[in-house]
């Protein structure tokens, strides 16, 4: 039952969460939780009974929305007849799983390793990749997100590595392409792409080529800023982990399962990388799943011999069943499709529309439901709105830009000078043109800081 609207409950529920909850990445005395009393499709309200439209599919993975009515049923079913079951056996809900995910992966991307999360399939990743090749290092972008856990938060790139790098011995970051700030010199796409593709192979070359396991990369970074990659850069990265015995590692945890118009956004670059990780779409987030997809050569490494890791929970049978129930809901009600076509034909030419009004939109960029603007205070300059890693008052701009947008019933996505429009994949079309409105509202406050 979704609990009625009440301030009074509103106040228990926020009062005991400012006692007892200690929230991620966060000053616990500098917060301010919203109390959140339901959600349902793209909407989800508080105790007041003030709506939001949720344009950042809460951490960019409700991408079927809140509480679809089939995943909801296939939990209580899967809750009747066997909420768990260890890992070693053989359960319908987890093969079945396994057997929907490896049907859609590119490649030979076959055989599925289960995990609770993104970050500890990016962990069981980087490890498969150091057993199959015996070698030490991972390669890294700086700008990229991968995971809160030790190993993953190490190969990221972003701020929330600083506090928590432990200086891992072999994770060496380097630059991925991004035109908008290229720290190439590059004018056009092209250039970037080779430029790139140069300053990677020759940061192989000092660090060792016989030293590097993995290089890991979002297929397309998400949190970091939504760059999709120039033609070309990906296959040129598969060509270079090729000629040097490297395992390349696609993070896909925000960039999968429909989110960028496709199953898989390596898919869009027709690049097939030898593992590829998962997590967030894969069932809405409804129950913790995420996981690795393995080729068959990496398989084979542990054909004979054990693979060293598992987790109690890997592919716990609720989280699998709501898994299986939300690829056959997208798959029936054409979500994928959806997330293309009303990326391409209504947020795309709204975005830029957007852009040619606002001084404050320096970039658009994305595809599919998937899209980031990136906020500047000078378009010549290209100036961010607020400066790298801004906290506080430094971030003023951008909080009152967020605030604007929950005035206004839209709760968005926003990381230091972009905000992402990251919705649900199958919001509807009218749904959408509401929260572009109040888009375009909160953009003229952006604008007053140009
Ligand atoms: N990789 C990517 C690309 C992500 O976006 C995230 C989460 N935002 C993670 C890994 C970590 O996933 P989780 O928070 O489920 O551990």
């Not at 003030?50 to 509480?67: A, E, H, M, P, W």
């Not at 990677?200 to 590097?212: D, H, K, S, V, Y």
């Not at 670059?269 to 593992?275: F, G, H």
Request: proline share 6%; charged share 20%.
């Amino acid at each position: 039952m979704t609990p009625q609207p009440s301030p009074q409950a509103g106040a228990a529920v926020k009062a005991a969460d400012r006692a007892h909850v200690f929230h991620s990445w966060s000053a616990q005395e500098l917060i301010d939780p919203l109390a959140v009393a339901g959600a349902k499709g793209s909407y989800f309200w508080d105790y007041e009974g003030k709506r939001y439209l949720d344009f950042s599919s809460g951490l960019v993975y409700t991408n079927i929305g809140y509480q679809h009515p089939k995943v909801v049923a296939a939990i209580q079913e899967q809750a009747a007849r066997m909420t768990t079951f260890a890992p070693a056996f053989a359960v319908e809900a987890r093969s079945e799983a396994a057997r929907l995910i490896a049907e859609r992966t590119p490649g030979d991307l076959d055989k599925i390793f289960f995990t609770n999360g993104g970050a500890d399939a990016v962990e069981h990743a980087l490890r498969m990749a150091r057993l199959h090749t015996g070698r030490p290092k991972v390669l890294s972008a700086y700008r990229s997100y991968h995971g809160g856990t030790q190993q993953a938060v190490n190969v990221t790139g972003d701020p929330r590595r600083w506090a928590s790098d432990s200086g891992t011995a072999g994770v060496v970051h380097f630059w991925a392409p991004f035109l908008y700030r290229s720290r190439f010199y590059a004018e056009t796409e092209e250039q970037e792409c080779a430029r790139a593709l140069e300053h990677l192979e020759t940061t192989i070359a000092f660090e060792g080529p016989g030293t590097i396991a993995a290089i890991v990369l979002e297929t397309i970074p998400g949190t970091a800023g939504i760059m999709m990659p120039p033609a070309g850069y990906l296959a040129g990265v598969r060509e270079i982990c090729d000629k040097y015995g490297i395992v390349f590692v696609l993070d896909e945890v925000m960039a999968g399962f429909g989110r960028t118009g496709t199953w898989f956004a390596a898919g869009l670059y027709d690049v097939v990388p030898d593992l590829m990780t998962f997590a967030k779409g894969v069932n809405s987030g409804y129950v913790p799943l995420g996981g690795v997809a393995i080729s068959g050569e990496i398989a084979a490494t542990f054909a004979e011999r054990p693979y060293p890791g598992g987790l109690t929970y890997s592919g716990h049978p609720l989280a699998c069943a709501a898994a299986v129930a939300t690829i056959n809901v997208m798959a029936e009600e054409g979500v994928v499709e959806h997330a293309a076509r009303l990326g391409a034909e209504v947020v795309e030419p709204a975005l830029r529309e957007l852009a040619e009004r606002h001084p404050s939109v320096g970039e658009v960029r994305g595809t599919g439901m998937f899209w980031a603007l990136e906020l500047v205070k000078d378009r010549e300059t290209r100036e961010p709105l607020v400066p790298y890693n801004a906290t506080g008052q430094a971030a003023a701009p951008m909080s009152a830009f967020a605030a604007s947008a929950k005035a206004h019933g839209l709760w968005p996505f926003v990381n230091m000078n972009r905000t992402h429009v990251v919705p649900p994949c199958n919001i509807t079309e009218a749904e959408l043109k509401e929260g572009l409105a109040a888009l375009d509202t909160a953009l003229s406050v952006a604008d007053e800081y140009t």
